[in-house]
């Protein structure tokens, strides 16, 4: 009998403990890859290097990104759909979800952690939502010039002092909406940037967003500490006049790496990385690499700076040496490398490649491949460590 | 932007009717296949995988009615210059791109 009640103890409680030890782990070495084609994504755990489940019902991933809560418990996922996903990474459910508009193009959350912003291509604008609820707090129309058309919005990221800046594609202005006094925004717009910007970005300080300028050769700059910002263009004429070749892929700003004193930028439309000083924004350099580059991201520690390409040479990841400025190693994965995420202190890194539907990881100083993990379509990767950095 | 694109597509129009050879548009069905992967993964990059639009616009048939197959085949042959919209000579053949072009305005792309 006394065995009895003791087997059926532990055939009571056992799931329980089970479920109390799922409970009660950190979500600081979480992630997500975005499976792009199946509307869903993983949940991965980046030390153990494993997939721990798929969250589905996110709707069109086909081009997506990520931020998280400052608690690093909620993924706030935007689709090309317009929809808004709160993912929570430790039951690994689709919390709540809101369409909040046509057709968008990514997002951002306020360095409070309670506003999430919404770039959208369709309608035009930003919209802002509470991240406890998912509910409305503000709308921004892209409105400009005297018709009162809509641009589309690219580059949206958040700055300090509860502020979100962005950019409109189709009017070449910035920005910046501030909510710091609690109600509806004050809007400051810089207007004549340059033709056709495409995305942004702003340094992980917080103090420089610059924008990328299909139209022009060269970035617009605002210094956002200065007393009066004011739009500059810098590196203007880096491409000298020369024919740009066909742009197959938009490079992606966000990945513009600050490694040490300088910048590290793809060139559009040419097989090159930039080295910009990040004082004074001159040219201080260029790497010629395998193809138009799409991310050049920097390790955290700044010392090497990873790069992948656009169709049709996306098969190939080069890894630029800072100190040197030489390409130091080449590997192909495969075709269609989409993105890549480093381990909060770089130790290691994950690249997606599409066409192989697989993750695999790397060491970054080795070069060696540690693991592959089996994912459908995979295109996007975001660790929670970006819920404390400026910017991502 | 509006007047300038219609120009371009008429230009392009002009150009064909004016007697360039027409393609025949017909692909062996393995590359059409492939053809169609190109386009909702690298034309979606810009257009959406859906082809419902991105930074380009919209390639879904009711947005493409007003153009010609072969004024559409001219456009990715030889993209929209002063916008992203790439020239895709090089990497498409011409009757690729007319294969694209009469896929897209019937939404055959699979």
């Given amino acids: 009998m006394r065995l009895f009640l003791a087997a059926l103890a532990i055939l009571v409680f056992a799931p329980c403990v089970e479920l109390q030890a799922a409970e009660l782990r950190g979500t600081g070495d979480l992630g997500i890859v975005i499976e792009r084609a199946s509307g869903s994504l993983q949940v991965i755990d980046v030390t153990a290097r494993r997939a721990l489940g798929r969250v589905e019902g996110l709707g069109d991933l086909s081009h997506a990104s990520a931020v998280f809560s400052p608690d690093q418990r909620y993924a706030f996922v935007f689709g090309r759909d317009g929809g808004l996903s709160k993912v929570d990474l430790l039951s690994r459910k689709l919390v709540k979800r809101v369409m909040q508009a046509g057709n968008s193009i990514g997002g951002a959350i306020s360095d409070d952690g309670r506003l999430i912003a919404v770039s959208n291509y369709k309608p035009g604008g930003v919209r802002v939502f509470d991240s406890e609820t998912l509910a409305p707090v503000a709308d921004i129309p892209a409105r400009y010039g005297d018709s009162g058309a809509r641009s589309k919005t690219v580059g949206l990221v958040d700055a300090p002092g509860r502020r979100f800046i962005f950019t409109l594609y189709d009017a070449g202005e910035i920005w910046v909406a501030d909510f710091s006094n609690g109600g509806g925004p004050a809007i400051t717009k810089f207007a004549g940037i340059g033709d056709l910007p495409y995305d942004a970005l702003i340094t992980g300080d917080g103090r420089h967003y610059i924008a990328g300028l299909f139209g022009e050769d060269g970035l617009a700059h605002i210094d956002l500490w200065a007393a009066e910002p004011r739009v500059e263009r810098i590196l203007d004429g880096y491409g000298r006049g020369e024919e740009k070749l066909p742009v197959y892929k938009m490079p992606h700003l966000e990945g513009w790496a600050r490694a040490g004193d300088r910048l590290m930028l793809p060139a559009v439309g040419r097989h090159e990385v930039l080295a910009v000083d990040a004082d004074s924004f001159q040219e201080v350099g260029r790497i010629a690499v395998h193809g138009q580059p799409i991310f050049a991201v920097a390790r955290p520690d700044g010392r090497q700076v990873w790069v992948n390409f656009a169709h049709p040479l996306n098969d190939t990841v080069q890894v630029i040496d800072v100190p040197s400025q030489e390409v130091v190693h080449s590997f192909k994965p495969g075709p269609a490398v989409l993105h890549l995420e480093f381990t909060p202190r770089g130790h290691e890194v994950w690249i997606s490649v599409r066409d192989s539907d697989k993750v695999e990881v790397y060491d970054t100083r080795s070069f060696e491949k540690i693991a592959e993990l089996p994912m459908a379509k995979p295109s996007g990767i975001f660790f929670t460590a970006r819920a404390h950095r400026i910017g991502l | ?110």
């Fill in chain 2, 1 to 110: 932007m509006e007047p300038v694109r219609l120009l371009t597509l008429s230009l392009a129009g002009l150009v064909v009717l004016a007697g360039m050879p027409a393609y025949a548009g017909e692909v062996p069905p393995e590359r059409a296949a492939a053809l169609s992967y190109l386009v909702r993964q690298d034309c979606g990059s810009c257009h959406g995988m859906t082809l419902r639009g991105g930074l380009g616009r919209p390639l879904v048939p009711e947005a493409l009615e007003g153009a010609g197959a072969d004024a559409l085949a001219e456009v990715i042959l030889d993209g929209i210059p002063g916008t992203p919209m790439p020239p895709w000579r090089g990497q498409l053949s011409e009757d690729e791109a007319l294969w694209i072009a009469r896929a897209l305005k019937e939404g055959r792309i699979e």
